[in-house]
């Protein structure tokens, strides 16, 4: 019963590369959540996403990054040309519907690191 | 719009005493959800007690303890008997709204590091 899967754990990049983060949510799960954590702070929302749709992504910047989460593996965040202002650790969270009755239960994260 | 606070940044505490880490939630909604979530230095996010708005029996499970008043718009954490295991970075959080098709964004208050001392 493993729980959200996160990969790479930690990820190091030169600035101007592209960074992929994947989430592979609980079993079950169609629901995708991901969120990112700068330095000393809390989490921020990025993007909600539900299998082949992306349902909210207010707190996306606008350039840059992406998100998918295609019917078939696992969601992926995406940024490009990164920048040391994006290392932070990204949380990905999965639910099994939206409403409020199930915990979102987080992955472990991703540690990027930008030189 | 939502705002959670949490105005303890960092407390220090020895071994064996009992600590609150105090949550203050703003929200214009009268139907919500409040979660605590730990993250030890590894990093990583342990999911600890939701609580939803029309609730507020308070909650006890172990040495954790959960105080929900929404007259003041509070839902304070106490930790009873502190161990080292419980230095943490603890973190309140608040999503509005129960009906469905609403996404479960999650606010985030700045988190409080308790550290524990032996």
């Known amino acids: 019963n493993a729980g959200v899967m996160q990969n790479p754990r930690h990820l190091v990049r030169r600035r101007g590369q592209e960074a992929r983060l994947r989430c592979s949510p609980m079993?079950?799960?169609?629901?995708v959540y991901w969120y990112r954590q700068l330095p000393e702070e809390g989490l921020k929302f990025m993007v909600y996403l539900q299998k082949e749709n992306i349902i909210d992504e207010s707190g996306m910047p606008k350039e840059r990054f992406s998100a998918e989460f295609p019917k078939e593996g696992p969601s992926i965040l995406r940024i490009q040309q990164v920048v040391r202002g994006d290392s932070a650790a990204y949380f990905c969270?999965?639910?099994?519907?939206?409403?409020?009755?199930?915990?979102?239960?987080f992955g472990n994260g991703t540690r990027l690191t930008v030189t | 719009a939502q705002k959670v606070t949490q105005a303890q940044t960092e407390i220090s505490v020895v071994e064996k005493e009992d600590v609150t880490l105090d949550c203050v939630y703003e929200?214009?909604?009268?139907?919500?959800?409040l979660f605590w979530y730990k993250q030890p230095p590894s990093g990583e996010l342990v999911f600890l007690i939701r609580?939803?708005?029309?609730?507020?029996q308070n909650e006890i499970s172990g040495r954790y303890s959960w105080n929900f008043q929404k007259s003041t718009s509070s839902f304070n954490f106490t930790i009873t008997a502190s161990q080292v295991v419980d230095s943490a970075v603890y973190f309140c959080?608040?999503?509005?709204?129960?009906?469905?098709?609403?996404?479960?964004?999650?606010?985030f208050g700045s988190g409080t590091q308790l550290t524990v001392l032996p």
């Open positions: 959080a608040l999503s509005e709204g129960l009906s469905s098709g609403s996404a479960r964004q999650l606010t």
């Open positions: 079993k079950g799960h169609s629901h």
């Open positions: 609580r939803n708005s029309f609730d507020e």
């Open positions: 929200t214009r909604d009268t139907t919500y959800y």
């Open positions: 969270a999965s639910s099994d519907r939206t409403g409020n009755n199930s915990p979102l239960h």
